[in-house]
């Protein structure tokens, strides 16, 4: 620049002199307005020093900036997590878009599936106490729409389904979709809540009648396909699920012709269930265990609710079922409620856990009183079993030791 005669310094000048002193150039820097320098006074005290150019800054004006305008600088791009929605209720925070009014709530809620793809927040019910209605009111659901298909498969498969006098290849058909069919993942919800105020409603009424036991059975079979079906994402909705299981499982009065068969698919229901999600949640099977034998063990519980209890640990399995009947004291609490000789499915149900923790011989071979080795064998039975159901294993020596030598072995 000095050379050149000229006051201003270009992009050129810092290439070139980079370039001299074998240094690899700046590359992008081409300033629209490049700063123009000025060539200071010589200074009387330094005669031998040359020329002094300097960068003219402009004076600022303190009043004039005080009386500007302040500018707020944005923040930075940054990315944050935020929850849209936990169990269907919208938390009111800054990210989420604002909270539909209740009275819009309402009418969705009340109003049928319309042409234009609205869906009702939750499927319609004929049975719908008061409280719940102001629980619901309280909440901010978040509205999903679904497509027009998806609202007439809904409608279509519930009819299909229930009431359980209606044609049994729909049934069927209904059935396997749900087995089967991928993409159901936004009906989800809406069936899992259709399915539990169904069976609240089969119980509440008492669940005396032959259509409300079928109707739990129907209902049961679609627990299981929804199971069955590994294209839906069901861990979220467990907790939903549950209830429904456990309350045809221990409910205390069921239609008797149905009682059996009832607590029998809610037992295998509920061992699917916990076989394909107790690893992603560890303690399912321990609450689901203590569910199942305070019902056992609990003094003013009724036989079916006893009976349901065992079969849910026999669902579950050998280590269930002696923990709960052995260890837990069930067989015993039993076996002092029953009188002497008598039969039914509690009993059948006890027999059959004992079944599980080791299976009855092929040819029995009754045990002998009079011989010390199997007096001590019917005292060890008595004291694990207790009277009642220690009597029912005399006629069986072999089963009788392959009991105790499990109960051993696994204590």
């Not at 709530?105 to 319609?124: H, Y």
């Not at 939903?240 to 059996?260: V, Y």
């Not at 067989?331 to 509690?346: A, I, Q």
């Amino acid at each position: 620049m000095r050379h050149a005669r000229r006051t201003t310094i270009t992009t050129s000048d810092v290439d070139q002199a980079l370039r001299v002193l074998n240094i690899e150039p700046l590359y992008g820097h081409n300033p629209h307005n490049p700063p123009v320098f000025r060539r200071a006074l010589p200074f009387p005290n330094a005669a031998n020093v040359g020329p002094v150019y300097f960068v003219d800054d402009e004076e600022i004006d303190f009043d004039r900036v005080l009386r500007e305008e302040k500018i707020t600088l944005p923040k930075g791009v940054s990315w944050t997590a935020h929850w849209l929605a936990v169990e269907g209720v919208q938390p009111l925070i800054p990210e989420n878009p604002p909270a539909i009014p209740k009275d819009v709530d309402q009418e969705i809620t009340k109003s049928p599936p319309q042409a234009n793809g609205a869906f009702p927040l939750t499927p319609p019910s004929e049975s719908r106490s008061t409280v719940k209605k102001q629980q619901q009111q309280q909440q901010q659901l978040v509205k999903q729409v679904l497509s027009r298909e998806l609202q007439l498969y809904y409608t279509r498969l519930t009819a299909s389904l229930l009431p359980p006098t209606a044609d049994s290849t729909k049934r069927t058909a209904a059935l396997a979709s749900l087995r089967n069919d991928a993409g159901l993942q936004a009906l989800l919800p809406y069936l899992i809540r259709w399915v539990g105020e169904g069976v609240v409603t089969a119980l509440k009424e008492g669940a005396q009648t032959e259509a409300d036991g079928r109707s739990l059975e129907v209902l049961l079979d679609v627990v299981s396909a929804i199971l069955e079906n590994n294209t839906l994402f069901i861990e979220p909705y467990l907790h939903q699920l549950l209830p429904a299981i456990l309350s045809t499982l221990l409910h205390s009065t069921l239609p008797p012709s149905h009682a059996t068969h009832l607590r029998t698919s809610a037992a295998q229901t509920l061992s699917r269930l916990l076989t394909q999600h107790s690893t992603t949640y560890p303690s399912l099977s321990p609450r689901i265990m203590k569910t199942l034998l305070v019902a056992l063990i609990s003094s003013d519980k009724s036989k079916g609710t006893r009976e349901g209890a065992i079969r849910g640990l026999v669902g579950i399995g050998k280590e269930a079922v002696r923990k709960g009947l052995v260890e837990g004291g069930g067989v015993k609490v039993v076996g002092s409620e029953c009188t002497p000789g008598e039969t039914g499915p509690l009993v059948d149900s006890v027999m059959t856990a004992l079944h599980v923790l080791h299976p009855a011989s092929d040819m029995p071979e009754s045990l002998n009183t009079t011989d010390d080795g199997d007096t001590a064998t019917i005292g060890q039975l008595q004291d694990v079993l207790g009277k009642f159901f220690a009597e029912k294993l005399y006629g069986d020596k072999g089963w009788a030791l392959g009991i105790l030598g499990s109960i051993k072995q696994q204590s």
